[in-house]
Structure formats: C-alpha cells, structure tokens
C-alpha cells in the first residue's frame, strides 16, 4: 500500500535545526547509520511545533534494489533525510503543543500501522527514504532528550532577569558565560540550561543549584545568585497563549579574583592575603553541611576569589560532577556518589578539602603557619574515614593558628 500523498501547502514552512546519527557507521563497519534524527520547527497557521524526527532501520534493507555507489558523506545524508522530512505533513500527525514532539518512524514488521501521509513532490522521486515511506510506521511522544527548563513559577523566590538584558556573553567555560547586564554594565556569571552535549540530567543539576543557593542565601563564603534568566518558553506553540517564562540559566554573582586553580597555575598566590582562605572555606562548608547537604566536587578550580580578597565556594548543586582525583578514597569506586549516606558524602568534602589545603602548603613556601596547615591537611586526608579528622575539629584550629605572632594552637 502506497503511502498517502496530499499537495505541499503554501502556509506551512519548515526550519530546520540540528541534524544527528547516533551510530558511528565507520566503527560498526555499516555503510549507513541505522538511527538519524532530525529536529525542526513546523509553522502553520500562526502557530508553530518542535517536532525530532527519528528514523530507525536500514534504509537499503527497505528497499528493492541494491544499494551501488560509494559510500555517502554525511553531509549527503542529511540533506537526503531532510528533504524527506520536509515533504511529511505534519498536520496529521498529533504533534504536542508547548514542548517536542518525536516522529518515531520505524519499519512496519506486521498488521496494521498508521503509516505517513507525505506531500506530493515529483522531484524527491529518487529520494530513498520517500521511497520507503510506504514501508514505515510512526509514533508520536514527547522527545525525552528535549532540553527541560523550569519553569519560573518553581523559584519564585528568585529575582527573574530578562534575558535580553544580558550581553556580552563570553564563553568561560561550556554552558557558563560572563555577561553584562545591559541596564548597569554589571559582570555577571550566567550558567544556562541548555549547555553543550545537553543531557535531561543537566536540568536536574540547575535545579539542585537553585535549591541549594536559596537554602544557603547570604552565607559568607559560598556563591550567590543575582537572579534568574527568563524568557518566553521557546517550544511555545500559540503565540497568544499565556503561560509563565521559564528559567534559561543562573545569573551568578561575578567574583573578579578568579580561581584558586588559576592563581595556583600562575605561581601567584603569594600575591594575595592567602592565609584567610583555609578558614573561610571551612566555615562555608560546614555551614553547608549543617544545612543536610554536601558538594562532592571540591576542588580548587569550583573556589574562587571575590574583589576583596575572600574565598567564594561555587558549583554547589551536590551533583554536578564528580572529579576522580578529588574523591576521597571510600567512594573512588562509586557510580553515583550523591546517593551515599550523607555522613559518607561529608567525609568525602573533608577529605578533598584537606588536598585543598595541601594545594595551598605546597605553593606557600615554609613558615609556621604553613607547618600548621600541613599537619592539618594530613590528619583531614586519613584514609579511614572513621580516623579522619572533622571539619568541625579543624575549624578552631584553624582559627587560633595566628601568621602574624607564628604562633601554634595545640
């Protein structure tokens, strides 16, 4: 049965967006992908849907007559897909207002299957999966690798900050931005959602962020948000239709020291009043711990300086990223170390934050202070968790360690 052709309708248009292969046909040795996605915008009538279409199968295997000619490039290939995809007519499909809509199209194995009513287009005649499209099934659902932003009515709490009013944006790290805000030329550090080699679990890391900073708001030492960025939900089908904005990114605090891992790179953390740091970033922490949470990626480069000279912990969603070499050795081997008992994870923060002090020691040159920090840091990095100093035990250690009289608490 032949698929159903209907005239290409002079209303609707078609943008494209990302093209992708998720299998690498030259290490499986295939001469075509067998899995190609492609993401567009569908305007009709004043509205407009995302819409992935997701093919999966051989295309040859479909087809009656043998494959001939070399291998085609994957430029080749996306332009042969995209031509098919544009001839679909999407408006009989069900596609899913205010988000993305995946056109799963597969091969029809047995019975009955809604198959695809195309536009009719003499030109893609030769057009191998206009071809096939006979031979296809669909389905539709909502696109579970969409980019996922909150919504602002979830963090209300949060000063929202049109995102038309950050430029500038300059690219310090992937998804994290500094910015000015247009209306003050105030530097900002914008953190987005929708970073490079999005995954669903990248929104659940901005969530946790958001949640952790209003629980620790205006504590000394740890980084504060300015706000939110909104916007208008890109995936909005109506125009007119009245629904919240959403949460684009954290708009960050800008500390302009920059980081300990950059100061320690550069040899240059003789230059400032380095001392305070240790106590600084202990007392942040443990605030945060007595808060019932914990960070697991402390390390100099998530510690930066703010314009007075002070140490600022950041990235303080607690599931973010885990560096190997700053794990604590009772977790090297965990998959997933934010779903360990929180004593565990705590210990895992003192642990990295004793290597932290370490940093400081081996950059610092000798002197009585230094002495201290390093007899510190060793009994933080015990390797038996249970032998392992505590945060709360160092703190006054720290505190009565004095520089200037080169005295030593014992």
């Not at 708001?217 to 007119?240: E, F, L």
């Not at 443990?286 to 314009?307: E, Q, R, S, W, Y």
């Amino acid at each position: 049965m032949p698929s159903a052709s209907v005239p290409l309708s002079s209303e609707a248009s078609v943008e494209f967006k990302s093209y992708s292969e998720e299998t690498d046909c030259s290490a499986e040795g295939n001469p075509e992908p067998i899995v190609r996605s492609q993401t567009l915008i569908y305007r009709w009538n004043e509205s407009q849907w995302w819409i992935k279409v997701r093919f999966q199968g051989d295309v040859y295997s479909l087809l009656d007559e043998p494959r001939v000619g070399p291998r085609t490039t994957r430029r080749e290939r996306r332009e042969e897909f995209r031509t098919f995809v544009r001839l679909i007519d999407y408006r009989r499909l069900p596609p899913l207002n205010d988000t993305v809509t995946e056109l799963v199209l597969d091969e029809i194995v047995r019975g009955h299957a809604s198959r695809l009513v195309m536009h009719a287009n003499e030109e893609s005649n030769h057009n191998h999966f206009v071809k096939i499209a006979a031979k296809l099934k669909w389905a539709v659902q909502e696109d579970p690798s969409r980019v996922v932003y909150p919504t602002y009515d979830e963090f209300p709490s949060f000063h929202a900050i049109d995102l038309n009013e950050l430029s500038d944006q300059t690219e310090i790290a992937d998804g994290v931005f500094r910015v000015l805000n247009v209306n003050n030329n105030t530097p900002y550090i914008l953190k987005v959602v929708n970073r490079p080699l999005y995954y669903p679990h990248d929104t659940k890391v901005i969530r946790n962020e958001l949640e952790n900073i209003e629980i620790i708001r205006n504590v000394p030492g740890i980084v504060q948000a300015a706000g939110v960025a909104v916007s208008t939900n890109p995936y909005k089908t109506s125009s007119t239709s009245d629904q919240p904005p959403v949460i684009v990114g954290i708009v960050l605090e800008y500390y302009s020291g920059g980081s300990l891992k950059t100061l320690l790179k550069e040899h240059c953390l003789l230059d400032f009043a380095w001392e305070r740091w240790a106590l600084q970033i202990a007392t942040a922490l443990a605030c945060f711990h007595m808060a019932g949470k914990t960070h697991l990626d402390i390390k100099p480069a998530n510690i930066v300086i703010d314009a007075d000279g002070n140490a600022v912990l950041i990235d303080i969603s607690g599931i973010g990223g885990y560096t190997h070499g700053w794990r604590a050795p009772e977790i090297l081997g965990e998959v997933q170390p934010s779903e360990l008992p929180f004593a565990v994870r705590r210990s895992n923060d003192t642990w990295a934050y004793g290597k932290v002090l370490l940093e400081l020691v081996l950059h610092a040159g000798d002197s009585p202070f230094v002495r201290a920090l390093r007899q510190i840091s060793g009994d933080l990095m015990i390797e038996d968790m249970h032998e392992r100093m505590t945060l709360l035990e160092a703190i006054p250690k720290l505190a009565c360690c004095s520089v200037k009289s080169h005295s030593l608490c014992k």
